[in-house]
Nanobody, 113 residues
Framework: VQLVESGGGLVQAGGSLRLSCAAS????????MAWHRQAPGKERELVAM????????TFADSVKGRFAISRDIPKNTLYLQMNNLKPEDTAVYYC???????WGQGTQVTISS
């Protein structure tokens, strides 16, 4: 099982980024999947989750209306579209298979004001 994130970077406030999480060793669409983030000095927090059926999505209050979670089944890839980014979105973003738990290595997102 492997999860590899990509797409992080440095953008100005108000900009957008799309994070990708390429899964291997399992079929991503048959599991609940999530994005988490961890800012310096803070605990890791849940940002968004999508259920295995793809019907239900959940978002942290701080990102509702700005972030979207989706997946490309043929590519076995999870995405996090982030719009109207704010400096407080700066963090390392991690992809996670919810259960059995498996984590990616993370990708850095930095938002400048």
């Amino acid at each position: 099982v492997q999860l590899v994130e990509s797409g992080g970077g440095l953008v100005q406030a108000g900009g957008s980024l799309r994070l990708s999480c390429a899964a291997s060793g399992f079929t991503l669409s048959t599991y609940d999947m999530a994005w988490h983030r961890q800012a310096p000095g803070k605990e890791r927090e849940l940002v968004a989750m999508i259920t295995s059926g793809g019907v239900t999505t959940t978002f942290a209050d701080s990102v509702k209306g700005r972030f979207a979670i989706s997946r490309d089944i043929p590519k076995n890839t999870l995405y996090l579209q982030m719009n109207n980014l704010k400096p407080e979105d700066t963090a390392v973003y991690y992809c996670r298979r919810v259960w059995p738990a498996s984590w990616g290595q993370g990708t850095q997102v930095t938002i400048s004001s």
